[in-house]
């Protein structure tokens, strides 16, 4: 399984931007999906996940009501729109799919593949 984040980019704060991963190889409908990121000196901690089916979706608190995902499974993408954003949201932004769903959303321990990541920056 390939996944290919793209859409990062540059913008000031209060501004938005459109994060997508294609995947490819394997069985997306079938799995998990979660984006994480990844601050300048800091750990990759979880910012949203959702459901195989796109039923059920899970926010870190500092991104509720900014940012949303969303899956297409006929075309294997996953995105995540990003609002009203803010400069501490700046990181390497990272999608994640997790194949077996039998673990915890929020650790990135659970996810088995990976994509390249992609760089956000916000500028105050």
């Known amino acids: 399984v390939q996944l290919q984040a793209f859409g990062g980019g540059l913008v000031q704060a209060g501004g938005s931007l459109r994060l997508s991963c294609a995947a490819s190889g394997g069985t997306f409908s079938t799995y998990n999906m979660a984006w994480f990121r990844q601050a300048p000196g800091k750990e990759r901690e979880f910012v949203v996940g959702?459901?195989?089916?796109?039923?059920?979706?899970f926010y870190t608190d500092s991104v509720k009501g900014r940012f949303t995902i969303s899956r297409d499974n006929a075309k294997n993408t996953v995105s995540l729109q990003m609002n009203s954003l803010k400069p501490e949201d700046t990181a390497v932004y990272y999608c994640?799919?997790?194949?077996?769903?039998?673990?915890?959303?929020?650790?990135?321990?659970?996810?088995?593949?990976w994509g390249q990541g992609t760089l956000v920056t916000v500028s105050s």
């Open positions: 959702i459901t195989w089916s796109g039923g059920r979706t």
């Open positions: 994640a799919a997790d194949r077996d769903r039998s673990g915890s959303y929020f650790v990135s321990r659970t996810y088995d593949y």
